[in-house]
């Protein structure tokens, strides 16, 4: 198992710049597919980012490519999420997520998952 704990979000004006962080506890750190969701008030959770346990493939939600950028430091167990650009539309709670296997898009192919941390972008 892996326990996930993300940091780093905050309130920030559009066009500025957070980077989110999620420490991982546990074994095996980098055999684990590890991404990024996120779930605005009142919408459902949606995928933002993935990367592949050597850090060398990933996949970004449309909305989010070329502003996002997800990247993983697996000797320090941690994966980060790099977010310039921002828009009031990335307001949400932003969500770490590990599983096994390929890299996925898919909320229902992550096994762990982090309590969440708050992105507010005002306008």
């Known amino acids: 198992q892996v326990q996930l704990v993300e940091s780093g979000g905050g309130l920030v004006q559009a066009g500025g710049s957070l980077r989110l962080s999620c420490a991982a506890s546990?074994?095996?750190?980098?055999?684990?597919?590890m991404g990024w969701f996120r779930q605005a008030p009142g919408k459902e959770r949606e995928f933002v980012a993935s990367?592949?346990?050597?850090?060398?493939?990933?996949v970004y939600a449309d909305s989010v490519r070329g502003r996002f950028t997800i990247s993983r430091d697996n000797a320090k167990n941690t994966e980060y999420l790099q977010m310039s650009g921002l828009k009031p539309e990335d307001t949400a709670v932003y969500y770490c997520a590990a599983g096994y296997g390929h890299i996925s898009t898919r909320e229902d192919e992550f096994e762990y998952w982090g309590q969440g941390t708050q992105v507010t972008v005002s306008s």
């Open positions: 546990g074994r095996a750190f980098s055999t684990y597919v």
């Open positions: 990367i592949n346990p050597n850090g060398r493939t990933w």
